[in-house]
């Protein structure tokens, strides 16, 4: 533990003032782990010669192979400023995008963040994105510009050149922080005008719209980084220094003789040094003077550079050490690399633990100042308003800003993730040093038995019986103490021993809020699903803990261990108070990846993380034995705890399937998945690209590029087929795609249309999906006759604006009226495609949260949800190769529902002789035709699967008591249930509009950002081309000689795209890839050459350029479905061709 033992840290705990959660962010390989090792160095965990080497917080051996960090770990430092004793909880976060989500479950236990930036790269992608995340979660950031190092010894910059290049990464940097900055503003705004608006009615008219009002009165000046501000650290981490300006401010005001605030404010800026006046004067640009910066900062240690790296210059690096009043050990100052000299130079004079850790307790905030905004926040969904939950809830605010750790305050803590450690380093089954009494018992104890052993020598010795003159083990004299009789027991006990100790631990990694925690307490754990207002009803007053509580979502648990983070070391401790990051033992059987912990059922789950990865890349996995399935079975539950990215599901084929951000995540979860949690040999399938399916326009152009319409179409080979042919009997498709179907019963039929949507709708629709779930959740309530939510005013907003843009995109007239016609989004319910309803008399009720008095006003009201549903199965697997559908508008033009309308009818009445004639004739026509749609229908049930999420909601009670006769006994038939039979009929109905257009596939694309040199640009190029990247944009990035390259790339060809740039370029180019969007792929999966010209230019096959149509097949081979395709064609004899013959 260093300098600092644990009952030190344990008394820093209880100082909440003087705690300080942070976590260190940026792009990978911008140099956080290296940053930390010389944080914790300065405590004497790890040696000052091993600081930027060891990267001590990558305590996985793939990490330390790898040279990147894979997850988070927190570590617990000591420091002392201002005769302040501060405790750091500092976590080491992963900067590869595909572990981004790390990111999100660190900041969300922070208070502040050190966002540390490469300063040749200057801001990337990442830096962008963890930026975004600490804005999100309302934590404070300090900036560290790292590896100086580099513009002095690889672009042998001057001191001037690099202070100019320093300032345009500071701008950059704030240029990110400034757009999110005024994002929020405009938020903010718009929620205060909202909630004003009810008291400026009258004064409406004079109101005017000003974009930029309320960006001028709110001071951003604490936001932006500034190194006058004291946010700002520059250094180089592997050298081991690093300065606030303030440092030499301080240093230079005795020397100069100004005072050190003027020189603070000074430093960083325009100006420069007068020395015969002795003034600082304004304007060293335009006089070409030299910047303060330069003169009494950055040549300082260009010279120190200079002298110890470059001319290793011994008198002047003597003159500077004693000038500087240090002390080197011979050792260093003797060292062959030169870099050990002057790390030991560096660490003396301007230590970067010093320069980082007294930012971190000047400028970030302690748990104390928990901000009433970012409570909230926490505990109220956005969609939600704070103030529409029950008052007792809302009291639990006051918990969390005042940050109690007494016996009367909550506990509330947060567990953001559960990680795996090997049992054998819990703090309870390692090793330790034996202390002076217990050395001196053991001895005793040796020597007792020794003397027994003697004694039992003589009386063996004395019997004299030569087979009993054995000796007794010490072995067995502890099987005899354990009174294990039989051998067999034995090696049973032996096994179970090595089980518990091989076994794998979960520890809860957790903050908390509010409180004390302790070992030994009983705490609720609420679920994130979780809803404490039915605690408020279910719950009795005064119900305490032990009490068998059956509410969803909720549990009781007893905290087994705590534990203080130390890097992969853990300490136990007795309790923790408020404000601290801690690990909790023993949870595993409660909490999956994430839940809150409370003393109080009202205290509501903390709001989901927001993660920024998408899980994309999947798998199928399967055990090389197939004997050890319930291991992987097993296996792959521990690693869906212990990472909170990844998701394992099976799917409907029996497939065991990983899905993960990205390749060197899907390693890793291998690499787990074999070493750590199931212990067995796998094997894995190639990754499993997902696809879109979609229809566009009917083409103008074929594939010769020439006019469809003046084309004579002459079929060459391949006849294609005809279209009707396509469709089974009893499918009526008209010339313009609109598709009628009746259901098997024949008692209704429905005629369904698909359309391409416009790529803008489309998009807009990808983009809101959570808003759409909020409306259909709030619809869904409305309709099952739950209370209605209130909807937070900026959620109204928004669902307003979205409509509006709807409005704005649906141009033509084929779209009129459209928007308020759309009865569902799907697949899921929120998905890219809609569902619109043109039955006359038929109003959809989507919209209903913005305008309270409509109501649906549909004629078959009862039925609707069974329409609904077909439209999901149909756009949740589509004919092409059974993916989600994207982007298709599904019209429903006709609903004939009067036969159905005239049975329920005539049941509804008490029935006359003459009546039940007429029923049983009229089911017998219906009937009548069963014979020739048998086939149709056997199909149509199969596909209407049980189970397959039938959403009518309504119970049949519910029915019968609303005054609707229960039509759907009457209507049950040999078919089953008829608002099963719409369901199937409304999903094939779908299925034949949708092949009756032009079908496409959608590629799923990821975008890449690599940065190469001049040199090696051509062969980034040629590895793009072979995989079908498009090149977006290429430019030089300012100051270096890099070359940043934008592209964008099909998912399905990147496997192996970042290892084949890296060999290509010898490691100079590693490309970081992050999913963007889907696109169409142009060719048609189905297309075969058709005319003369096609013909001609792609041959008899035409197999070799027809991307969709392998893509399909492929998807369609795994999917074990039907795949047209001659394997071989010209079943030849081979001959050898010989000239002499
Ligand atoms: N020249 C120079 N190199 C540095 C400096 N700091 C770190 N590096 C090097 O940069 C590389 C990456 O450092 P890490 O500390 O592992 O980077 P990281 O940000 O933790 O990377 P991830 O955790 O994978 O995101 C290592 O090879 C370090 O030696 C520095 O100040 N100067
Ligand atoms: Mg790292």
């Avoid at 980082?356 to 969609?383: F, G, H, Q, Y």
């Avoid at 003397?451 to 004299?477: D, F, R, V």
């Avoid at 038939?973 to 257009?997: H, W």
Wanted: aromatic fraction near 6%; glycine fraction near 4%.
């Amino acid at each position: 533990m260093g300098h600092t033992n644990l009952e030190n840290i344990v008394d820093l705990q209880k100082n909440t003032a003087n705690i300080r959660n942070i976590c260190i962010v940026a792009h990978v390989d911008h140099g956080k782990t290296t940053l930390a090792d010389s944080l914790i160095a300065s405590n004497g965990i790890i040696s000052n010669r091993l600081a930027g080497k060891l990267r001590y917080m990558d305590s996985r051996e793939d990490e330390q192979l790898r040279g990147i960090t894979m997850k988070s770990s927190s570590i617990s430092l000591h420091f002392t400023a201002n005769n302040q004793e501060y405790l750091i909880n500092m976590i080491d976060s992963p900067g590869h995008v595909d572990f981004s989500s790390e990111v999100s479950t660190a900041v969300r236990v922070c208070d502040g963040a050190v966002v540390v930036v490469d300063v040749v790269e200057g801001v990337c992608p990442q830096t962008q994105a963890v930026l975004r995340q600490a804005w999100l979660e309302n934590i404070r950031p300090v900036l560290v510009i790292n590896k100086i190092d580099r513009l002095i010894m690889e672009l042998k910059l001057t001191p001037l050149e690099a202070y100019i290049h320093l300032q345009k990464i500071l701008e950059q940097v704030n240029a990110v922080t400034g757009s999110l900055f005024t994002s929020k503003v405009l938020e903010e705004r718009a929620e205060m005008e909202e909630t004003e608006k009810p008291s400026s009615d009258t004064k409406s008219s004079e109101h005017f719209y000003d974009w930029s009002a309320g960006l001028e009165e709110t001071d951003d000046s604490h936001l932006y980084f500034a190194p006058d501000q004291g946010n700002v650290v520059f250094g180089s981490a592997i050298d081991g220094w690093g300065f606030r300006i303030e440092q030499f401010a301080q240093m230079y005001s005795q020397k100069v003789g100004i005072s050190a605030q003027v020189l603070l404010k000074t430093l960083w800026g325009d100006f420069y040094l007068n020395t015969k006046a002795k003034k600082i004067m304004k304007g060293a640009q335009s006089k070409g003077k030299k910047p303060l910066f330069v003169q009494l900062v950055l040549e300082n240690i260009w010279s120190l550079y200079e002298s110890v790296v470059v001319r290793r210059d011994k008198e002047k690096i003597d003159k500077i050490v004693s000038s500087l009043g240090l002390t080197i050990l011979p050792r260093d100052s003797r060292h062959t690399d030169p870099k050990v000299h002057l790390n030991a130079i560096c660490t003396q004079w301007l230590p970067i633990s010093h320069a980082v850790l007294s930012m971190v307790c000047n400028k970030l905030p302690s748990p104390l100042d928990i901000a009433a905004e970012r409570v909230e926040k926490l505990m109220c969904v956005r969609s939600r308003r704070f103030d529409s939950l029950p008052p007792q809830i809302q009291a639990l605010k006051q918990a969390f800003l005042e940050c109690k750790s007494d016996e009367t305050a909550p506990v509330i803590v947060f567990i953001c993730k559960m990680f795996a450690v090997d049992s054998k380093t819990l703090p309870q089954n390692k090793l330790r040093p034996l202390s002076q009494a217990e050395i001196a018992q053991r001895r005793e104890q040796a020597r007792k038995r020794h003397a027994e052993k003697l004694i039992n020598q003589m009386q063996m010795l004395e019997q004299n019986p030569p087979e009993k003159t054995l000796e007794i083990s010490p072995g067995s004299a502890s099987v005899k103490d354990m009174h294990a009789e039989s051998p067999m027991e034995l090696a049973e006990l032996a096994t179970c021993r090595e089980e518990s100790q091989q076994k794998e631990c979960f520890v809860a990694f957790a903050r908390v809020y509010s409180g004390t925690i302790r070992r030994g307490q009983k705490l609720f754990v609420l679920g994130p699903k979780y809803d404490p207002s039915e605690a408020l009803t279910k719950m009795p007053e005064g119900c305490s803990l032990n009490d068998d509580l059956s509410i969803p979502h909720l549990a009781c648990c007893t905290v087994e261990d705590l534990f203080l983070l130390m890097g992969k070391e853990l300490e136990n401790v007795e309790e923790v108070p408020v404000g601290n990051v801690l690990g909790i033992g023993g949870l595993e059987d409660y909490v999956l990846k994430s839940a809150t912990l409370s003393t109080s059922p009202l205290c509501p789950p903390f709001t989901p993380l927001n993660f920024e990865a998408t899980p994309i890349v999947r798998v199928a996995v399967e055990p090389k034995h197939p004997s050890e399935m319930p291991q992987l079975v097993k296996g792959m539950k521990l690693l869906n705890q212990a990472d909170p990215c990844v998701e394992v599901l099976v799917q409907e084929t029996g497939e065991h399937v990983l899905i993960t951000a990205g390749e060197v995540h899907l390693q890793r979860c291998l690499d787990d998945l074999r070493e750590r949690f199931a212990k067995v040999e796998i094997s894995s399938s190639a990754p499993i690209v997902p696809f879109r399916e979609t229809i566009i326009r009917p083409p103008k152009v074929d594939m010769v590029n020439e006019d469809i319409g003046t084309q004579q179409k002459i079929a060459v080979i391949h006849q294609k087929k005809e279209d009707q042919n396509k469709y089974p009997e009893g499918v009526i498709v008209d010339s313009d795609g609109l598709v009628t179907l009746n259901t098997p019963n024949k008692l209704s039929n429905l005629s369904v249309r698909a359309m391409p949507l416009p790529e803008t709708v489309t998009q807009l629709l990808e983009e809101n999906s959570d808003l759409i779930r909020t409306i259909e959740q709030f619809n869904l309530s409305v309709k099952e006759g739950r209370g209605t939510q209130e909807i937070n005013p900026t959620t109204l907003e928004a669902i307003q604006n979205f409509k509006q843009k709807l409005e704005e995109n649906f141009v033509g007239r084929k779209w009129r009226n459209a928007v308020n016609q759309i009865s569902s989004f799907g697949p899921r319910r929120c998905g890219p495609n809609i569902l619109l309803n043109r039955l006359e008399s038929y109003r959809p009720s989507m919209w209903q949260c913005l305008d309270k008095t409509r109501k649906d006003l549909g004629t078959y009201k009862d039925f609707d949800n069974s329409i609904i549903s077909g439209f999901q199965l149909a756009t949740l697997s589509g004919p092409v190769c059974e993916e989600p559908l994207m982007g298709v508008c599904f019209i429903l033009e006709k609903w004939d529902m009067s036969k159905v309308q005239q049975l329920v009818q005539i049941h509804s009445q008490p029935f006359t002789e003459g009546q039940t004639a007429k029923v049983e004739e009229f089911q017998q026509q219906v009937t009548s035709n069963e014979n020739s749609l048998s086939e149709l229908e056997t199909r149509l049930e199969n596909q209407a699967r049980p189970g397959d999420q039938i959403q009518d909601s309504r119970t049949p009670a519910e029915s019968v008591a609303d005054g609707h006769c229960n039509s759907e006994a009457v209507l049950t038939d040999c078919y089953g249930p008829f608002s099963g039979q719409l369901i199937a009929t409304m999903k094939e109905a779908c299925r034949f509009a949708f092949q009756a257009q032009p079908q496409r596939l959608m590629a799923a694309m990821y975008t890449c950002e690599i940065m190469a040199t001049a040199e090696v640009l051509g062969r980034v190029y040629a590895v793009l081309s072979k995989r079908t990247g498009r090149v977006l944009q290429e430019e030089m990035k300012e100051g270096t000689e890099m070359f940043i390259i934008k592209a964008i790339l099909p998912v399905a060809e990147s496997f192996g795209f970042a290892d084949e740039i890296r060999k290509r370029t010898s490691g100079l180019a590693s490309p970081q890839l992050v999913f963007s969007h889907w696109e169409v792929i142009p060719s048609d999966p189905y297309w075969v050459p058709t005319t003369e010209e096609e013909y001609l230019h792609f041959g008899e096959k035409a197999d070799t350029v027809n991307q969709a149509n392998k893509y399909m097949n492929t998807v369609r081979k795994r999917k074990g479905l039907y795949v047209e395709e001659k394997i071989v064609e010209h079943a030849e004899k081979q001959r050898t061709l010989s000239k002499n013959k």
